[in-house]
């Protein structure tokens, strides 16, 4: 998918819980970050309630990080990248 097709689409609503020294956290916001989306990061060593509430959307999944596009759990940073290399993610960034 070309850089001016995605920009042309509506971005989907990302979300990622994570951490502020987490090198999965990195690689993520770097994926993402060269898709050129925005998305909303949630540091749950910054606001600890948050990692409640994470572990609850996540169906128990306590490592982060833990990506979500429109509200649908991707997983962490391997799941991201495989979801990338299945030719999904832009499928799922973009509408």
């Given at each position: 998918?070309?850089?001016?097709?995605?920009?042309?689409?509506?971005?989907?609503?990302?979300?990622?819980?994570?951490?502020?020294?987490?090198?999965?956290?990195?690689?993520?916001?770097?994926?993402?970050?060269?898709?050129?989306?925005?998305?909303?990061?949630?540091?749950i060593d910054a606001d600890p309630s948050k990692y409640s509430e994470?572990?609850?959307?996540?169906?128990?999944?306590?490592?982060?990080?833990?990506?979500?596009?429109?509200?649908?759990?991707?997983?962490?940073?391997?799941?991201?990248?495989?979801?990338?290399?299945?030719?999904?993610?832009?499928?799922?960034?973009?509408?």
């Amino acid at each position: 998918m070309s850089q001016e097709k995605e920009m042309s689409q509506e971005q989907a609503n990302i979300v990622m819980y994570c951490t502020q020294f987490c090198p999965y956290c990195v690689r993520a916001k770097s994926l993402l970050n060269s898709k050129s989306v925005k998305f909303t990061e949630i540091d749950i060593d910054a606001d600890p309630s948050k990692y409640s509430e994470m572990v609850g959307k996540s169906g128990g999944i306590t490592s982060v990080p833990q990506i979500f596009i429109d509200d649908e759990h991707i997983g962490g940073c391997d799941d991201l990248y495989a979801t990338e290399a299945a030719g999904r993610l832009d499928g799922l960034l973009f509408k």
